[in-house]
């Protein structure tokens, strides 16, 4: 299975076979479609992920998070592909019903019909996927310069008491 490096870590803690990683919001990060929709703070540190620990890493250890190359394109395919063709199919449905009961003028609501049905459906199965699929620790990176993570956690309370921690 391939797998695509997300973003780097600190590790916190382990514990049986995942880790408690805190985020450093790089570039992966910057570019994700939550940041940039205003759903969490793009690039910003303090994210508090568990992840498959894969590499071994041990608390203290700045690692790279992987997450499968499938995860994200069937994550791509939900979010883009299956409203468009929910709006598209509910145009074409609602001008060959139009069309069929002689009524003008249903391919604007056929279109925003199945955009809607199309969305709650792709929303509620992108849910699944975040609580079902998991980030893994894909490496250990040794040749990191010495970070202060005293200083860099934005309500690293707050954080952990949001995540159930």
Not at 57 to 67: N, P
Not at 126 to 151: C, G, Y
Request: aromatic residues 8%; glycine residues 16%.
């Amino acid at each position: 299975m391939k797998d695509r490096i997300a973003e780097k870590a600190l590790v916190l803690g382990t514990e049986g076979g995942e880790a408690e990683v805190r985020l450093v919001g790089g570039a992966a990060c910057r570019k994700c479609g939550m940041a940039r929709m205003g759903l969490c703070k793009p690039g910003g540190t303090g994210m508090l992920v568990r992840a498959e620990n894969r590499a071994g890493a041990a608390a203290g250890d700045m690692v790279t998070l992987g997450i499968a190359e499938g995860v994200r394109w069937r994550g791509y395919a939900l979010a883009y592909m299956l409203p468009l063709l929910g709006l598209l199919g509910g145009a074409a449905a609602g001008a060959w019903l139009g069309a069929r009961a002689g009524v003008p003028g249903l391919e604007t609501p056929g279109a925003f019909f199945f955009l809607a049905l199309a969305l709650a459906l792709s929303l509620r199965r992108l849910s699944t996927m975040d609580r079902t699929e998991q980030m893994f620790v894909s490496r250990i990176v040794r040749d990191v310069p010495d970070f202060h993570w005293d200083h860099a956690s934005e309500g690293e309370d707050y954080l952990r008491a949001y995540s159930g921690k």
